[in-house]
């Protein structure tokens, strides 16, 4: 059986509050916060409020149904909301496929080199992770990780999962 960890609200605010230490230490001041997909939703709209970015936006992220490690898509115009500067958020750089995908088709763009390049952060990079975002609030080895808001996910009987929240 395949190890889990629960992730606790607490460890989220936790996580968030690190990622924005970080970023308020480094010279780096964030237009605007996106988030990728649904896992980067409850973190972007929590580091909004830890960094006093109030411009949040969603970048809706999918795969072609069927294709493991398919190619990243999302709707072009939605790419148009995304502004120099940005912060893209997540919540796990597990493969970091998905984040390598959207930064290359970001990075095809000259309206987002130099200074206003996009930065990344994720609540957990997981160490075998293709992608290295900017900004991270804890490593993690290979176990599936659960996040509070995936409930749905985790609500089976054979799911047994260990919270990581208490490691160093």
Known sequence: MP????????EVETLVGRIAQAILKSDYEPSQIVAIGRGGMIPARLLSDLL??????????SRYKG????????DFKDRERVLP????????ADKGDTLRDVSLYFNRNLHYYGPNRLRYAVLHLKRSSVFLPDFFGRE???????????RGETDQPS???????EQP
């Open 3 to 10: 190890s889990y960890s629960l992730v606790t609200w607490r």
């Open 52 to 61: 006093g970015v109030s411009k949040v936006e969603l970048l809706p992220v």
């Open 67 to 74: 294709m493991e490690g398919g190619q990243v898509r999302f």
């Open 85 to 92: 500067r940005a912060l893209l958020v997540d919540d796990v």
């Open 140 to 150: 993690a080895d290979g176990m599936w990780i659960s996040y509070p808001w995936e």
């Open 159 to 165: 799911f047994r999962g260990t919270s990581i929240g």
